[in-house]
């Protein structure tokens, strides 16, 4: 079991701040300061480059993966960190791709982040072997898995709308049509427990400053299953996954088991914010986060329904089919966020209608979702969104 309120003491938030937004980019975990100080000043300044031998700089990639496995339900060795969930994700891909050499077609949804169709298209264009990328309603995937597919590359959470795919169901249907699955967790990691052993997953890929707290531009992770690892070819073949680095062959080999899945050189001072973030991690049992996020999610859902019959929900109302996000649409949502955040209460917009909001029980609890509902109801009640000021779209929205 896990003590909320003792994990809520460990976060910095500001003062009178209601934040809603941990599933964008988490908040700082206290301890954090401290331990990124450490990496600038003993390791980096103290050690200069001895440090990656002496402060373990070179085995955090691993090391901090495994900590990650654990909330995956991933083996351990399996998950490695390192570049940005773009980065990750069309490494998967293009090794999922490979290991159906015979087919096409690689199947996703309407509801996927833009970036990860982007990287698919790219990653296509760049093979020029004539792959199709099929994109589909979200409830439709099933219907399309057959004899011609060779990767399923889905995001397990709708970032839009908080729609949670069967994972296990998806990717058996996916194995009994010979095709190989690739799941990005990026709103599932760090919201509620994954289990990618159970679920017989291939690929996965995530990032650690959405709901593991590891702050703006943290790396993002790859897991590769073991039954693939060894015949997984790297199509970003950079020397740090190489078998021997420091060789310095000129040719490549890649390296054992999921270290061949990185890439350059790691983001070190952002690592030591991992590292701080997952210290909190490791303490918490993702079945009791899982209980805590699915009661603040139906509570702020009945509070906003009372109050506010603008706001139509965009989220599955079964607790069971969404994440740990709630979503409302209303046409005039970004200055409706924008008159919430100017009251303190932190969520996002996502065009085109979109109001999200984000709920990580490590640090919210049910009184800020009451004090939250107060604040959407005036904006709503009393259409203090409709004001000049609050309609100007910002760069990041
Ligand atoms: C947040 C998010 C990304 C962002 O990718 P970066 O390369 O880290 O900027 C990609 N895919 C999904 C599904 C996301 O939710």
């Known amino acids: 079991?896990?003590?909320?309120?003792?994990?809520?003491?460990?976060?910095?938030?500001?003062?009178?701040?209601?934040?809603?937004?941990?599933?964008?980019?988490?908040?700082?975990?206290?301890?954090?300061?401290?331990?990124?100080?450490?990496?600038?000043?003993?390791?980096?300044?103290?050690?200069?480059?001895?440090?990656?031998?002496?402060?373990?700089?070179?085995?955090?990639?691993?090391?901090?993966?495994?900590?990650?496995?654990?909330?995956?339900?991933?083996?351990?060795?399996?998950?490695?960190?390192?570049?940005?969930?773009?980065?990750?994700?069309?490494?998967?891909?293009?090794?999922?791709?490979?290991?159906?050499?015979?087919?096409?077609?690689?199947?996703?949804?309407?509801?996927?982040?833009?970036?990860?169709?982007y990287m698919a298209e790219g990653l296509i264009k760049s093979l020029g072997r004539g792959h199709e990328l099929r994109?589909?309603?979200?409830?439709?995937?099933?219907?399309?898995?057959?004899?011609?597919?060779?990767?399923?590359?889905?995001?397990?959470?709708?970032?839009?709308?908080?729609?949670?795919?069967?994972?296990?169901?998806?990717?058996?249907?996916?194995?009994?049509?010979?095709?190989?699955?690739?799941?990005?967790?990026?709103?599932?990691?760090?919201?509620m427990a994954v289990d990618l052993q159970g679920c017989n997953a291939d690929f996965a890929v995530g990032c650690t400053y959405k709901y593991l707290n590891a702050g703006p531009g943290a790396p993002a992770f790859i897991y590769v299953a073991p039954k693939h690892i060894s015949s997984c070819q790297p199509a970003l073949s950079g020397w740090l996954g190489h078998e021997a680095p420091f060789a310095f062959d000129l040719d490549y080999r890649p390296g054992t088991g999921i270290e061949r899945m990185r890439v350059g050189t790691p983001s070190v001072l952002q690592m030591a914010a991992l590292d701080a973030s997952l210290d909190i991690w490791d303490q918490v049992d993702m079945d009791a986060l899982r209980k805590a996020s699915i009661a603040l999610t139906e509570r702020f859902i009945a509070g906003v329904e009372a109050r506010c019959p603008q706001l139509t929900l965009a989220s599955p109302r079964d607790p069971q089919a969404r994440g740990s996000q709630v979503s409302f649409a209303f046409e005039d949502g970004y200055a409706a966020m924008q008159a919430c955040i100017a009251r303190n209460v932190i969520g996002d917009f996502r065009a085109p209608n979109i109001m999200r909001f984000g709920f990580c029980p490590l640090f919210i609890d049910a009184g800020d979702v009451d004090a939250a509902i107060d604040v959407i109801a005036d904006v709503m009640g009393n259409r203090l969104w409709d004001d000049q000021t609050y309609k100007q779209v910002a760069r990041v929205t």
């Open 1 to 117: 079991m896990t003590d909320f309120a003792a994990t809520k003491a460990m976060f910095y938030l500001p003062d009178g701040m209601i934040y809603l937004d941990g599933n964008s980019l988490g908040p700082l975990p206290k301890a954090t300061v401290a331990r990124v100080e450490r990496a600038v000043t003993a390791e980096w300044g103290e050690k200069v480059i001895t440090g990656w031998n002496r402060a373990g700089w070179m085995a955090q990639p691993t090391e901090l993966g495994d900590r990650i496995g654990r909330l995956i339900g991933a083996e351990p060795g399996h998950v490695v960190l390192g570049d940005t969930l773009s980065i990750k994700v069309y490494q998967a891909l293009a090794a999922a791709i490979d290991l159906v050499p015979d087919r096409r077609v690689i199947l996703t949804d309407s509801g996927n982040f833009p970036s990860d169709i």
């Open 135 to 191: 994109v589909v309603d979200p409830e439709d995937v099933a219907n399309h898995i057959n004899d011609d597919l060779a990767v399923l590359m889905l995001t397990q959470v709708d970032y839009r709308t908080g729609r949670l795919h069967d994972m296990k169901a998806l990717t058996a249907k996916a194995h009994a049509a010979d095709a190989v699955t690739c799941w990005d967790l990026a709103h599932t990691a760090g919201a």
